[in-house]
């Protein structure tokens, strides 16, 4: 009996030949695809893994048996018993013609653009190109358009690939590039001539083939054979965007990204992109520097840490210990190593929270980051996702095209990218009650003391997330730094229990997790930083604080540490701080020392230096251990990071179960909407020129709705003048419906807005 014939192919999967090697490929798949799993290099500049298919530039034309004539390889999907071959002579003709197109009018400024070195036109040209043009016409010259702060553009260089485009509107989903005008005329701008608006218009960067967009801060500075990479991450939000530093003689001069599809795929927000300009700030912290009376002046390592030993010793028990979110892993250990040393349990990082009541530490996403675009329903709460990660925006971006229905929350009808199904617009003290109502609906057990304010919509959210293969529930920042944020996470934990969805708190900072999980929280006993804020302290360690912004209320902590002995670990000799502290001993920020930070994930990621420290200036780490080593407490005894790593034992705290006392009614004034800029929320992003100069760094403002704006007389463009009791402010209005009755959104971190209470309620007249 003869053997049967067997079909080992997959049904998903077909089977297909490239250059005479048999492979399979999926089913729908295009040839690029397969010769790229191949190893088969077929040439390409309209092409990207990331992007929609355009197929307009047919560099990547090769022949397929049976076909008439060549086919781009990017748009003819794989069939059945398909023979494809890249190195035919009509192939290759075909190609190099369409080579010789493309060069036509594109100048011959090589030597002076930016993308020289690194040019996918130029690699091509090598290989495809002629060596003399046929082409005696004049070339076409193309008016650049000013695409903001950012983005330099040439488009005299442009080849019409249209990557840029395809990047606006399918990944970033701003659709604000287009082709104007047809044929050999066609123009790529922005339509009505205003600069890029979306948080990742760098990328338009990287996926232009050649020098048509291109970075406008590193512009002329430096070529790409000049430039050293090294791997690094993003410190300015949870995710830890991985990104290369391309440094030159130890200066930072861009960053790209570097991929990882669990984190930030190949994309990068303009966030990180552009912050490496604030590094370079007059204000840097060259030297250690000493208070003599009100006139400071720079001393040796040896005197500075000598006086700092000596104030931390007299403070003792009664020290305070304040960390940005940011700190690596590696300077946090050793903060809470110092504090537990001197005996003080009075240590913490949440600057910005408002109430401790259930004693709340960041911790690892439910569901993963690369899963949010997996989603097929989302509950937003206190969260303007776009602008505190805008690469967790942009995977949301994707879930809404996949048809995931998106909830919202807010005191604010932040703009978005996506489709939102549903959304409930409340003023900040209504934010607990509302979303108890979404739990209430779901059936969830809701502590004893939390009351949902029944509405429309609540059962129709609660059922969206009952029926999700794949719910999440996010809470963002004005959320997390509530006034009475403690509800809000018991209600989203029994909302999520109910319903089966996953739970994603944002953590506060780049490394809140890692901070947590290293000990640099209250010990038994201990203050946290409210508290330590509330109750001023004799002394104080700061460690990469600056006073008036990143505290919750810059005002009141001002005030707490005028009247305290402090020793300020700083990267930036500011003035404020120069009027607070004793000591100011100057560390390097993350792009210049070797550490880790913990993404919002819980994933441990190392960087490696990459700038070169300014002046005497030392990693944290190396200026905690000389301190340790001066003050002679135990733990502080390793000499490189090696050392210190090997004995550190992270361990996730406790989660706490209490609640802060019910918000009083207040039918008096508006409720401030609290929130951070996208580029302001450090003291880097505070320096980086080309950031502050974006459109989206609108400047101190109150923006309310019509009706109260009527109510008060105010109409945008007047000023108003704003006060809580304690503190005053005099901000420009702007009217916007997208924000609540009964609220005034003021966003923090100006110096204008510093005086205002983060959860006040104001008077509004005015000015």
């Avoid at 690369?370 to 509950?379: I, P, R, S, Y």
């Avoid at 057990?445 to 719910?471: M, S, T």
């Amino acid at each position: 009996m003869s053997a049967q014939p067997t079909n080992t192919t997959a049904p998903d999967l077909v089977n297909i030949e490239i250059d005479g090697k048999p492979m399979q490929a999926p089913k729908g798949s295009m040839i690029i695809h397969a010769a790229d799993k191949a190893g088969v290099a077929i040439p390409r500049f309209c092409y990207h893994e990331k992007l929609p298919i355009a197929a307009n530039c047919r560099m990547c034309l090769v022949d397929v048996e049976k076909m008439p004539k060549p086919a781009p390889a990017c748009a003819t999907p794989v069939m059945e018993g398909m023979k494809v071959t890249t190195q035919t002579k009509r192939a290759l003709d075909a190609q190099r013609n369409v080579m010789e197109f493309l060069l036509i009018n594109h100048p011959l400024d090589c030597p002076i653009c930016d993308q020289g070195g690194e040019c996918e036109l130029q690699d091509l040209a090598m290989g495809y190109g002629r060596s003399v043009s046929r082409f005696v016409e004049r070339k076409r010259v193309v008016p650049d358009e000013d695409l903001g702060s950012l983005v330099a553009t040439d488009m005299t260089r442009c080849i019409q690939c249209t990557r840029c485009i395809r990047f606006t509107a399918d990944v970033a989903g701003t659709f604000e590039l287009g082709g104007m005008y047809r044929g050999e005329r066609l123009q790529i701008g922005t339509y009505d001539g205003k600069p890029l608006m979306t948080e990742l218009s760098g990328n338009v960067i990287d996926v232009c083939p050649v020098g048509a967009l291109t970075n406008k801060v590193f512009r002329f500075r430096a070529r790409a054979w000049e430039l050293i990479a090294r791997e690094s991450v993003g410190y300015h939000d949870a995710l830890g965007s991985n990104l290369f530093l391309h440094t030159r003689r130890g200066e930072v001069l861009r960053t790209v990204p570097r991929d990882n599809e669990a984190v930030n795929e190949c994309w990068l927000s303009d966030r990180d992109r552009y912050s490496h300009e604030g590094l370079y700030s007059a204000d840097r912290a060259t030297r250690p520097m000493l208070r003599e009376g009100d006139a400071w002046r720079e001393a040796s390592w040896e005197e500075a840490l000598a006086l700092a030993a000596k104030l931390l010793k007299e403070a003792g028990q009664s020290l305070g210990v304040l960390a940005h979110p940011a700190t690596t892993n590696e300077e946090g250990a050793q903060l809470a190593a110092l504090a537990q040393g001197l005996g003080t349990a009075h240590a913490d990082h949440r600057l910005k929270a408002l109430d401790f009541a259930d004693a709340a530490f960041a911790e690892p996403f439910q569901l993963p980051a690369a899963e949010l675009e997996l989603a097929d329903t989302v509950l937003l709460v206190g969260c303007n996702l776009r602008h505190e990660l805008p690469l967790l925006h942009q995977r949301l971006h994707k879930a809404g095209k996949r048809g995931a229905k998106v909830f919202c929350i807010n005191p604010v009808d932040f703009e978005s990218t996506f489709p939102v199904a549903g959304k409930r617009i409340v003023a900040p003290s209504a934010l607990p009650g509302a979303l108890a109502a979404v739990a209430k609906a779901a059936g969830a057990a809701l502590p004893a003391g939390i009351q949902g304010d029944d509405h429309e919509g609540a059962k129709a959210i609660a059922e969206a997330l009952a029926k999700g293969n794949k719910a999440v529930i996010v809470l963002g920042e004005m959320a997390e730094n509530h006034a009475q944020a403690s509800w809000l996470r018991a209600a989203a934990r029994a909302l999520a229990a109910a319903s089966g969805a996953s739970l994603n708190r944002i953590p506060q900072g780049a490394n809140a997790i890692g901070l947590a999980r290293h000990g640099l929280r209250p010990g038994q006993g201990g203050l946290d930083a409210g508290a330590m804020l509330a109750k001023p302290l004799p002394a104080y360690l700061l460690y990469g604080v600056e006073p008036q912004y990143d505290f919750a209320h810059g005002a009141r902590a001002l005030k707490a540490l005028a009247g305290a002995k402090v020793v300020a670990f700083s990267a930036y000799a500011s003035e404020d701080l120069k009027k607070l502290a004793q000591v100011i001993l100057p560390i390097g920020l993350l792009p210049e020392i070797d550490g880790s930070l913990s993404n919002l994930d819980g994933t441990d990621q190392r960087t490696l230096a990459g700038g070169k420290l300014p002046g005497e200036a030392r990693p944290g780490w190396r200026a905690l251990r000389a301190l340790g080593g001066q003050l002679g407490l135990p733990g502080f005894d390793y000499t490189d990071l090696h050392g210190l790593r090997a004995g550190l034992s992270p361990q996730a705290p406790a989660a706490g179960e209490g609640l802060a006392e019910a918000a009083k009614p207040d039918e008096t004034g508006l409720e401030r909407i609290t929130s951070t800029p996208i580029y302001r929320g450090d003291a880097v992003l505070r320096r980086a020129v080309a950031l502050n100069a974006h459109p989206l760094t609108v400047g101190a403002r109150v923006v309310l709705n019509p009706e109260d704006a009527l109510a008060r007389g105010l109409s945008d463009g007047a000023m108003a003048k704003l006060g809580d009791g304690n503190g005053n402010a005099v901000l420009p209005v702007q009217v916007s419906k997208r924000v609540a009755r009964g609220a005034a959104w003021i966003e923090s971190d100006y110096e204008a807005t510093a005086p205002i209470a983060p959860a006040a309620r104001l008077a509004v007249a005015g000015a």
